[in-house]
Each structure stands twice: as C-alpha cells, then as structure tokens.
C-alpha cells in the first residue's frame, strides 16, 4: 500500500489535522470539522454534519496529490488528455476516494470509535448523477483509470444543479422526482471563479479590415454569459497522482443588466440573470425528442466554448504559443454532444488569435478525436440550420466553410458522384436543413472510434461508412472497459477479499491477473466459498428489495437481473414475455418442478418515452399477479427495484446469478453493465451484439448462454420483409403470452392499457422480440437446467470472473493513449507542502 507520506518522516513530524492518518488525529479532524466547518456540537449533529465533517476530513488528506498533481503538469508541461463529455455519472465520491488512497480501514476505525456507524455515513451522500446511463457512467470509469494509470487528464463538463431525475414507482407507474443533490453542499468540489471565462450567443457577424489589411470576422453577440469552473479531484489507486474534474455552471456576468436596472426594470433585469442560469440548470434525460431544442445546444456550446478557453489560458500561462497546441493537448469527443468545439477551436485560433485557416486547421484536426456510441439513427445528432444559425452565426460560417474545403477535397476523389457528395456533406439538405455533428466530428478530428469490435465494424459498413472509406486510417475500435475498483473492490468487499487471499491484491490494477484464478476451479473449498460469498450477497439484496419494495424474495432463487436504461431496443419486454410464459407453464401444470426465480429489474425511462413508460408499468403489473398467486408460491418473484442509479447499482451486480444482455442484435454499441455483472460472477444470458459477443469469446463460449439472430440476421430479416404475426401465429406459447397482456389479466380487467404495447408488437416490432422469442425461451431452458448442478454453475462463475481482464477500463484507456493520444503516465511525486518554505 502506498502511504501518504513517506513512513520514515511520521516519527519525528508532529502530525497536523489535515494530513495525520493516526486514528487519534483522524478523530481529532472529524471533531474539528464538525465543529468548525459544520457549526455544531455533536449532540444536535445530524448525520449529515457527521458525513460532512468525515468528507471534509478526507478531502483535507487528498488536497497535498492534487496540488501537487496540477503544479508537476504545469511545471513539466506534459501533453494532457482532455475529455469532453455532457455526463459524468461518478457516483459517490466518499467510499471511492478511500478505497483509491488506501485509507478506508483507518477511517472506518476512527469513525466507530467515535461511536458513529460508518455506513449510515457513507450512505448520507447524495450521488451526483450528472449523467444518462452508459456513456456517463464510461466517462467516470475512464477518469479513474486515467488518474491510476498517471496519465495527465481533465474532465471537462457541465455542473447540472438538477442530475438525472430520481425515480418513485406509483401505481406501477415511474414518477419522476427532481434531483437536489446540491441541496446539503458538495464537499468535494471547489469553486474557481478566478478563472471564470465568458461565453457569447446569438446576435450577428460583421467583417472588417485589420491593421494589416486583412479581412477579419468579428461576432457581435446578443448575450455574454459568465462560465464558474468547479474543480472535483479524481483520485488515482494507490498513486499520487489526482486529476481534475472541472465542471462550468452558468451565471449572468452582472448580478444586474444596469442598463435595465436604471430605466427602473428591476424585475427585467433579475429576470436576465434567471435566463442565463437556465443553460446549466438541468440534465437532458435522453429523450427521443431532444433535437430541436435550443437549451440543449446552447448547454453543448456553453460548456465546450468554457474548456477550450480554459485550455488556451492554461497553454499560454505557461509562456507558449498557440502553434504547438495540438501538441500539449489530446481532446477526447465523448460523442457528438460536444462535437460543437471543432468549430470552436476554429473561431478562437482565428477570430480572436488571429491565426490563419490552414495552421488552425492542421491543430484542430490533429487535437481532437471523436468517440461515437450509438448506431441508431434516430440519435445522430442535428441541429436546424435555422437555431444554429439564430444561436451560433459565426460557427454556422466556419461550418460552411469547413464543408466547403472539404467537398472540394471529396470531388477531387470521386469526381462526378453528386450523391456521395450530399451523403457526406456537413449539411443534410434531403428536406428541412440540418447541421450533421457527426459528420463534423468526423472531419475535424483525425481519429474516430467505435466502443466495441461490432459496433466499430457496423460503424464502418453503415451509418459512417463514406467516411470510412475516404479515411480508413482514422478509423480504430476501443472496445470499452469498466474500472474494478468502483465495480469490484468497492462493491463486492466480500469477493474481493477472497480473490486477495488467493492471488494477492495486484490483479486490482492488473485485471488480466484474475485469470490466476483458474488454477482453484476445482479446489472444492475455494469454491464453496465462492458460492457462499454470492449466496450472502443476495441475502443483502434480498433485504434491500424488502425495504424498498415490500417484496419478500427467496436468496436461493435464481437470481435473474435485467439493469440498465428502459428501451425498446433493449428488450426488458422479451424478459416479461418470458416470465409470462413461465407463468402460463406453472399455470397448466402446477407440479412442475422448476428452479425458483427472481426476476429483477432496475432502470429509468427516459420521462417523455411513452412505450418505455409502458414497459415499466407492464413489468409492474406481472408482478402484481404472479408475486401474489398462491399457485407459484417463491418458485417466481418479479421485482422492479426503483430508482437505479449508481448508488444502488453497486449492491445489484454482484448479487446476480445471471445477467440478462438481450438486446436486438446491431443495437447496443457495447454495453457496459454486461461487463459488471461478469465481473462479479454472473452468467450472461445474451445475443451477439456489442460487447458481448467479445465477453463470449473471452470467457468461453461453453460459459455463456446466447441466443437470438445475429445482426447480419436481423439485416437479412428486416430486408426479406419480416411480418411479427407469422410468429404470434404460429407459435402457441407466444400467443398465448400476448393474449394474456391484451385480456387484462395483468391490469384489473383493462383490456386498452398494454394495447399500444401489443400492438406495436404484432403490427411492426422494430426489435424483433417475436423474431427472437423461442430462441429465448429455450435459452432460458439452459439456463434453469445448469443451475441445477450448482457446483458446475460455480465453476463457470469463477471461470466468468477471471477470464474478464480485457474489460478493464484500465486496457481501454492504455489503448487511447497509444493509438489516439499520444500521451504518457507522468508520475507525481509528493513535495513538501510548502515548497518554498513559506
Ligand atoms: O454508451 C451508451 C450505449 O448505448 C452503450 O451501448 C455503450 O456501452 C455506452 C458507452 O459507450 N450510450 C448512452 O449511454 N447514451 C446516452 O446516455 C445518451 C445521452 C444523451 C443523449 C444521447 C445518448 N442525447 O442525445 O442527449
């Protein structure tokens, strides 16, 4: 373990309350930040004051890495990775930051000796969900292996004040709830308003002649808003270094537009400020019907204008110049979201530095590289010509001029085909006209990745395959990565305990060491300790779901677990259609002997998602019935467990016996969740779609049970002509499923409730669950027969988690710096605190 300062120094330095890790000082700081921080004598603290003054306390043990990380990145002048994302869903800081600094057992012994529990601490934290799903949720893992890898990085994004909505299930129905995460105070973040930059929108350009004679462009903008940057550290595993996380909240740049103020419109000009804090107020939560609207692109331009700026003053505080940019920085494009700054990189080096469009170019090109996530074209991002024009007039000029070089470029290479130009041209012009990001993207950065084998390779033959053939050499995959001390050490101490007592704890920052485990496969001891270890995991869950639902669940069932964002695509309804065939079969047949289930289910529907709403409540709504119906007895339980955030993500995956990654094949670009779960031992029950067909390949296939069409399967289907009533026809279980929802037997006798559900199914089923279904259904079959022979399921666990290596965000990350960054671990070393001994 690394300590925080050097053991020999502890003997003769008398220990200060920021920095001492004695039991006796770290009591000691605890009682001082309640005291002076919080204001309160312990007898009237709440638990807040008590978690507060316990975060500031390790806040205070992690200031020395951070300043010290941002002083030997200055002084060095090391090439730093900028990631740029909309989200960073991080999660609670507290538990992670001790775990990263090693730290967490003395903690914990201070806390209990001050007669506090630490977990009812630990649990007081409000985690800022700053983030959809998978894409923020990749964003916090990658700051983590960043920072443990010492590599030179900042996150750069958005301080929403309201995060992704908490959910509340009533009636069956998601309600959703805002989220006041700020609401006590963040203890883990700083603000910075010294460096706060100015941000323009709207209004109108105008050209001029400089001194030199040249033309020039000036933007002449009709809002000014002010950008407030606060800093949260990210601590690297047991290393020095810590990273920043800088995040912009929008403000009026006056507390007052005076000009309003003096002609006596007070409430005007309060009213302005309102206006400009709006831009960072709230989260987008992923909905269909994001395009088109203007807060959104205005968040877009609002927080990538903020960092560009930031990364221009860091470059020439250090006595640099603009022409060795590209050079120093490395920007990561966390998808189109903030594809914007490409444009904005342009209108800086050349409208404000005064650079000429070739050398501005050429280090914007070679700055940034563009992350896509999605396939689906319903989410490629466009903006109206008319808002961008109306928001963004300058970056609408650049734009036209980016496309303008570029065409040329593409006619030169394929002269006289009209129609691969306007595929590729950065403005769709096929009816109302749009501004394309990711064609954007594509042009302005000179790598493009895919975030799984499949995905980058159906990337290349469909929704980006002009580009890919007119630049191959931009194109690589990163298959995306998970970081195992959030998803492992944190959440499973139990499994990580017993894995340490095997293989040491090196595997921690090595994940491809897990596969030493394969040597104690048939230790028949190890591995009843591992059945015993998920076996008291799912007793935990057990008791969690009994809390928050009511639900009493059987521990040694079958644990079945479905967690991610609602969608169609991902296909929660192929899961209920199955637990209502089951349900149908111990109907018909109450004897059979089955192997007892719960079937558990966490995720948000996005709020105006009608169909994914639905499925909420359908799930909901089975459960009612079969949870109730003496008939089934524990043999089926079905859960939906609210509110699934990272918070209560990590108690879910390391307590499933099996996960469910069962979307249409070609429609989830990797998946990250799928990783978790194995992670943690889980058995994949999946199709051959984003990363789980490399999960498959890694842990063998005979480990792993797949089912459904492939995507070139589901390509050929949909051409062919695929009619879902062909199934329903002739497939008596299934129809006899779908009967069921459409009788109302699951809805009090409501035969109109599911039917938008049904009949979107029977008459178009764009995923294909009719398709895949008995493919399902048999799989499932498997599945309930191999969990019969316990030990050999066990095996396949142990051999599922050691042979999960590649998952690691750390390989991921390993990847980008090599192939796209170009950029090397710098590591921190630790000066005194007061350099120059002031
Ligand atoms: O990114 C997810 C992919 O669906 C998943 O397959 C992948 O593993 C993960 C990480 O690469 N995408 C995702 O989470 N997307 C969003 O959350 C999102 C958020 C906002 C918007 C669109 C998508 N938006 O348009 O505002």
Redesign the pocket.
């Known amino acids: 373990m690394a300590s925080l300062i050097p053991s020999e120094k502890i003997s003769i330095v008398v220990e200060d309350d920021r920095t001492g890790l004695s039991i006796t000082t770290l009591k000691r700081a605890i009682a001082d930040n309640l005291f002076y921080n919080q204001g309160k004598f312990p007898t009237i603290a709440s638990k807040n004051d008590y978690y507060l003054a316990l975060a500031y306390t390790v806040r205070d043990r992690l200031v020395h890495h951070w300043l010290n990380t941002v002083q030997t990145y200055l002084k060095q002048e090391v090439k730093v990775v900028c990631y740029l994302s ?2 960073f869903l991080m999660g609670p800081h507290l538990n992670n930051n001790l775990i990263n600094l090693g730290i967490e057992s003395r903690i914990r012994q201070a806390v209990e000796e001050l007669g506090l529990d630490f977990q009812e601490l630990v649990d007081q934290e409000e985690e800022p969900g700053l ?8 964003a916090a893992c990658y700051l983590d292996s960043m920072a443990t890898l010492e590599i030179p990085a900042i996150g750069y994004g958005i301080r929403y004040e309201f995060g992704i909505f908490d959910q509340e299930i009533r009636d069956g129905w998601q309600v959703e709830i805002t989220d006041k995460w700020l609401q006590y105070g963040n203890p883990w973040e700083i603000a910075r308003p010294e460096y706060s930059v100015q941000v323009n929108l709207g209004g109108h350009t105008e050209t001029y002649v400089d001194r030199d004679g040249n033309y020039r462009v000036r933007w002449l903008p009709d809002r000014v808003i002010k950008g407030i940057p606060y800093d949260t550290p990210i601590v690297g595993y047991q290393v020095n270094t810590a990273n920043t996380l800088r995040l912009w909240k929008a403000e009026a740049i006056e507390s007052f537009n005076f000009q309003t103020f003096n002609i006596g419109n007070y409430y005007g000009a309060v009213n302005e400020k309102i206006y400009s804090e709006n831009i960072t107020k709230v989260l ?1 939560p ?1 909905d269909e019907q ?1 395009q088109g609207k203007q807060l ?1 692109l205005e968040q877009q331009y609002f927080f990538v204008s903020c960092s560009l700026q930031d990364m221009i003053r860091l470059h020439l505080s250090t006595g640099n110049s603009l022409d060795t940019f590209d050079g120093k920085f490395a920007i990561q494009l966390n ?1 189109t ?1 903030p594809a914007i700054a490409i444009a904005e990189l342009m209108r800086l080096l050349i409208d404000e530095r005064f650079m000429d469009w070739e050398q501005a170019w050429s280090i914007t090109e070679k700055s940034f590289g563009y ?1 896509n ?2 396939l689906l074209p319903e ?1 490629l ?1 466009k903006w109206s010509l008319e808002l961008f024009n109306r928001l963004l007039p300058r970056h609408l000029e650049i734009i036209y001029e980016i496309n303008r070089r570029f065409l040329d470029r593409v006619r030169i290479k394929y002269p006289q085909d009209n129609d691969k130009l306007a595929r590729l041209s950065l403005i769709d012009e096929t009816g109302a006209r749009y501004v394309r990001m990711a064609h954007l993207a594509c042009v302005g950065s000179h790598a493009i990745n895919g ?2 084998e499949l995905h980058t390779h159906l990337l290349q033959q469909t929704v980006l395959k002009d580009f890919y053939q007119l630049f191959p050499e931009k194109f690589s995959n990163k298959t ?1 990565g998970v970081t195992p001390r959030r998803w492992m050490v944190l959440s499973n101490p139990r499994l990580t305990k017993l894995i340490c007592s095997k293989i040491g704890d090196s595997w921690i920052k090595n994940l491809d060491e897990l596969r030493k485990l394969e040597q104690f496969v048939d230790d028949s001891a190890f591995c009843q300790q591992w059945q015993q270890i998920k076996q008291e995991v799912k007793q935990d869950l057990a008791i969690r779901i009994r809390q928050r639902t009511g639900i009493i669940v059987n521990p040694n069932s079958l644990f079945d677990i479905q967690a991610k ?1 609602i969608h169609e695509y991902k296909r929660q309804h192929l899961n209920a259609l199955h637990i209502i065939t089951l349900y149908n079969c111990l109907k018909q047949n109450p004897n059979l002997d089955v192997i007892p289930r719960t079937f558990i289910f966490g995720g948000k529907a996005a709020p105006g998602y009608w169909m994914a709403k639905l499925m909420i409540k359908l799930i909901n709504s089975v459960g009612e019935i079969v949870n109730q119906d003496p008939d089934i007895c524990d043999r089926m339980k079905v859960v939906f467990f609210p509110d699934y955030n990272v918070t209560n993500a990590q108690p879910i995956y390391p307590a499933a016996d099996l996960s469910e990654q069962i979307s249409t094949a070609g429609k ?5 969740g799928n990783m978790k779960f194995s992670l943690n031992g889980a058995l994949t029950i999946g199709t051959l779609d ?2 789980n067909v490399e999960i498959r390949e890694e842990v063998g296939a005979e480990n792993f049970f797949l089912f459904g069409l492939t995507a070139a399967e589901v390509q050929q289907l949909k051409t062919k002509g695929y009619n879902p009533r062909d199934y329903y026809n002739s497939n008596p279980q299934l129809k006899a499923a779908i009967d069921l929802i459409n009788s109302g037997f699951f809805s009090h006798g409501d035969t109109e409730l599911f039917k938008p559900l049904t009949e979107s199914l029977l008459n178009y089923d764009p995923y294909l669950l009719f398709a895949d279904y008995q493919s399902y259904i048999d799989c499932q079959k498997k599945v309930s027969q191999a969990f019969r022979d316990r030990a050999n399921w066990t095996k396949m666990s142990i051999l599922n988690v050691a042979r999960m290596g590649k998952f690691s965000s750390d390989r991921a990350i390993k990847e980008y710096c090599r192939d796209i960054w170009n950029v090397a671990p710098v590591p921190i070393e630790l000066e005194d605190l007061c350099p120059d001994g002031q």
């Open positions: 909309a989200e983030g959809n799903g998978g894409l923020g949720r990749l987008y992923n994001l959104r998808d979201h992350t996530h999605t989410a991002e975030v799984a995306n964002r989830e670009a990797s998946g990250t984003g990363a």
